[in-house]
């Protein structure tokens, strides 16, 4: 059971563009919804991360957009940059007590932007 | 401050065999957590460790073991190694608690012959 689903499965973009990702949530109970991005070789590395009781959360070019009733978030890139260029993840987590459950991710999306 | 270090970064073995992969979390977590990252499948939580005990358990069969030691320090050991294992595995620190961001290592890339 695939519990947070991602789209695209790739992205081509223009530099200077708006690069655009949106992922949709099966489990209410999530609390902790953070973007990561990977480049090839590396580890994912956290970009941006927000909660259920904020619908917007801005970091310098990234932008989390959060539709608690609609179980949806997306992540928008402003001035898409060829450094941008990488495979993005969505994911989600509920928070237990003291500790957490593990991170469900979503599937990914392969981000290009041409220069 | 030295980040998440995992080794080795690279190993093959055959199917039957068992491995054991290490990761060193950054200094002052006190939690660890395994992933399993394939094409097919994408990231998928193994386990966490916390204060050397495992607080967290994903949807994998009992041939994922791992433990953590006093340190911090991490092992996890997959036995009787199938094709299917074949995967890139990514261990992640933090400082603990429910909000912690994760820090990731560059992972094991494992393949099973």
């Known amino acids: 059971q695939q519990q947070v689903k991602q789209s695209p499965q790739s992205l081509i973009v223009q530099k200077g563009g708006i690069s655009i990702i949106n992922c949709a949530y099966e489990n209410t109970a999530f609390d902790y919804f953070p973007w990561y991005q990977q480049f090839p070789g590396k580890g994912p590395a956290l970009l941006i991360a927000i909660r259920p009781d904020v619908s917007e959360k801005k970091e310098g070019r990234f932008t989390i957009s959060f539709n608690k009733s609609a179980k949806q978030f997306s992540l928008h890139i402003m001035d898409s940059q060829p450094g941008d260029s990488a495979t993005y993840f969505c994911a989600a987590r509920t928070g237990t007590g003291g500790g957490a459950d593990g991170l469900t991710f979503g599937k990914g999306t392969h981000l290009i932007i041409q220069p | 401050k030295a980040g998440v270090t995992q080794t080795p970064r690279y190993l093959i073995k055959t199917r039957g065999q068992q491995v054991t992969l290490s990761c060193s979390p950054i200094?002052?977590?006190?939690?660890v957590s395994w992933y399993q990252q394939t094409p097919g499948q994408g990231l998928q939580f193994l386990f966490e460790?916390?204060?050397?005990?495992?607080?967290n358990k994903g949807n994998f069969p009992g041939r994922f073991s791992g433990r953590q030691f006093s340190n911090s320090r991490s092992e996890m050991n997959v036995s009787t190694l199938e094709l299917g294992d074949s995967a890139l595995y990514l261990c992640?620190?933090?400082?603990?608690?429910?909000?912690?961001?994760?820090?990731f290592g560059e992972g094991s890339r494992l393949t099973v012959l």
């Open positions: 992640a620190s933090r400082l603990g608690g429910a909000t912690g961001e994760l820090f």
């Open positions: 460790y916390f204060s050397e005990t495992q607080r």
């Open positions: 200094s002052g977590h006190r939690s």
